[in-house]
């Protein structure tokens, strides 16, 4: 299509020539192409199918093996945890003990608190120890210590004098024992 041309002919060719032209060109070519799009449909699916193949093969595995183990595998989970609750109610009973001014929450049944068994192995502790605890309590330079977390006296303990410290120490050491107080007291008197 050249621009000497006169406008009959440029409409011959913009309305016959070019549409027959494309039209024999999609012919040619659209062969390869469909050819071309169907080859990479398939190999597309072919390998989603096998990786779906694989993973139900996985599954199936995991559940036979499941089947077979699962009941021996629950009762050694099960014998764990039971003895894990066995140690932890062992530790926790040596660390509770009543009148030793710890803050456990007593025990409740409906509501009410329970009435503790008496231990026999043990003597009774008078009140006046409560009372005399409350006491060095207060003296303490940190308020209301008896009420606090082991983490918030931590973070009030920086600042005190060696002193203050050396007093926080003793009452720990005499009451509650906790490491992460005596811990942190440690590093701040070295």
């Known amino acids: ?30 062969p390869t192409f469909l050819k071309v799009f169907v080859s990479r449909g398939r190999s597309e699916l072919t390998s989603r199918r096998r990786k779906v193949g694989e993973q139900a093969s996985g599954a199936r ?17 099960e014998d764990g945890l039971r003895g894990a609750r066995q140690l932890a109610e062992q530790a926790f009973s040596g660390l509770v003990v009543p009148g030793d001014g710890s803050n456990a929450a007593p025990e409740t049944t409906n509501g009410r608190p329970a009435t503790a068994a008496p231990d026999r192995g043990r003597q009774s502790e008078p ?9 060095e309590a207060q003296a303490l330079a940190i308020p209301d210590y008896d009420e606090l977390s082991a983490s918030q006296v931590v973070e009030r303990l ?8 050396a007093a926080v120490r003793a009452y ?4 509650r024992g906790r490491r992460t107080i005596l811990f942190k007291i440690d590093q701040l008197i070295t």
């Open 1 to 30: 299509m050249s621009d000497d041309q006169n406008p009959a002919e440029r409409a011959l060719d913009l309305l016959v020539y070019g549409p027959v032209g494309l039209a024999l060109y999609v012919r040619d070519t659209v």
């Open 61 to 77: 595995s995991l559940g036979e093996a499941a089947l077979t183990l699962g009941p021996d595998v629950r009762r050694r989970v």
């Open 127 to 135: 009140a006046v120890d409560t009372t005399v605890q409350r006491a």
């Open 172 to 175: 720990e050491e005499a009451h």
């Open 158 to 165: 920086d600042g005190l004098s060696a002193r203050d410290l």
